[in-house]
């Protein structure tokens, strides 16, 4: 089936749905010893209607809390970027969830938007893939609307150092380096292992079967990285790049994947317009986060690229049944 199809397909299947509302809920997976709490949240289907739901500067039309409609339904895990949020991709997340999959997005500890203790130390990037395995853990297990997932049919989708704790995630393996610059002067465990020349481990979590990358911190990331990535990525590079990712380096890791990437490169973007687009508010307080250059409308492209992205799911994610 051709990419066009797909797309066709994907906006069938939203259209079909839009009788209805993405449910959304709260999400917190318990911390433990010393691992912080996972707070985020869920959309995922649902067969009531829409209300007006206000998640920090967005408003967002759910149906909070509504009981989730079907089973066995796939799964999509969405990891932010440095100093972001759980609600950055609340677009992303409520196509995903009107074309039947469960999205789970959470804030990783001391690397969000409420919480910046640690954005800076290099432990973030140690604990990062972690939160991911931990978030999938809890919603196969303790979760109460566990059986509604399909543990055969997981995917990942990360922006920015969102896309770095994807790239691991689905098995890259960083290069540190013993002078790594986070760990200058810090006294640590994973520094403490950097300076001896150790890789600090990893969490890979070989569940997920698919990934959606966009603009992915890749500093890290050396041609021996993706040795034993196999699951099929779907690749973005904005033209213009920021926040630490260029061009070259998101091309760099299309050209070093395994298998050739469903690859991207969004004409006249720059790094932040994989974001949702910005409310007034947001904009006032954000303007670098949420200003686009001359000619580049978000919205516009986020209805591209949202069934970009759910074509690419339900390709892969596809039921066996």
């Known amino acids: 089936m051709t990419r066009l199809s797909f797309i066709l397909a994907a906006f069938l299947c ?28 869920v959309w995922y289907p649902c067969a009531q209607s829409a209300n007006e739901v206000k998640l920090g500067p967005f408003i967002m039309s759910v149906a909070k809390d509504c009981p989730i409609t079907g089973k066995r339904l796939p799964l999509v895990i969405i990891s932010h970027g440095r100093g972001g949020a759980f609600f950055d991709h609340h677009d992303t997340a ?8 469960i999205v789970v997005a ?5 690397d969000n938007a409420m919480d910046k203790s640690r954005t800076d130390e290099f432990s ?12 999938i853990d809890f919603v196969l297990g303790p979760w109460p609307d566990s059986a509604s997932v399909d543990a055969a049919r ?17 098995g890259a393996n960083p290069f540190f380096g013993k002078r ?15 300076h001896k020349g150790e ?41 213009q790049g920021g926040g630490g990712v260029t061009p070259e380096s998101v091309l760099g890791v299309a050209n070093q994947l ?23 508010e947001l904009t006032k307080i954000a303007p670098e986060v949420c200003t686009d250059g001359p000619g580049f409308d978000r919205t516009a492209f986020h209805k591209e690229f949202d069934a970009e992205v759910l074509a690419f799911f339900r390709k892969y994610l596809a039921s066996t049944q």
């Open 14 to 41: 939203l259209a079909a749905s839009l009788a209805h509302a993405a449910g959304f809920q709260f999400i917190e997976v318990p911390g433990s010893g010393p691992l912080q709490p996972l707070e985020g949240a």
């Open 154 to 170: 997981i995917g990942i989708f990360g922006f920015s150092r969102g896309g770095y704790t994807g790239l691991v995630a689905i």
């Open 94 to 101: 409520e196509i995903l969830a009107n074309a039947g999959f």
């Open 180 to 194: 790594l610059r986070l760990c200058e002067g810090k006294d640590s465990a994973p520094c403490d292992q950097v």
């Open 106 to 110: 959470i804030n990783h500890p001391g």
């Open 258 to 280: 395994p298998s050739k990437p469903d690859f991207h490169v969004v004409p006249n973007s720059q790094h932040f317009a994989f974001l949702a687009p910005c409310p007034a």
């Open 124 to 135: 973030v990037f140690v604990d990062r893939p972690a939160d991911i395995r931990r978030a």
């Open 199 to 239: 890789l600090p481990e990893l969490a890979h979590d070989p569940r997920i079967k698919a990934a959606v990358i966009a603009d992915p911190l890749s500093i890290f990331f050396t041609e021996e990285s993706f040795k034993k990535v196999t699951v099929p990525v779907q690749l973005w590079a904005s033209e």
